[in-house]
């Protein structure tokens, strides 16, 4: 499996050893660490709104 990115500090993760994981709208969320998987179970559309704004040219936030 390829990687994918922690839409909470935007680290390239293993999905396959990832410290965390998230479900939310029937998709599977990985992320590096607990703190990150906390942050985006708390307001989900934060972090979905800042990956499409980066897919559509806008800035994307990093927590660390």
Do not use: N, W
Not at 7 to 33: H, N, R, W
Not at 48 to 63: D, I, P, Q, S, Y
């Amino acid at each position: 499996m390829e990687k994918v990115e922690d839409l909470v500090c935007g680290m390239m993760i293993d999905p396959q050893t990832a410290a965390a994981t998230s479900e939310y709208k029937g998709q599977t969320y990985y992320f590096c660490a607990r703190g990150c998987k906390v942050a985006f179970d708390k307001d989900p559309e934060k972090y979905l709104k800042v990956e499409e704004k980066e897919h559509h040219g806008g800035g994307h936030h990093r927590c660390c």
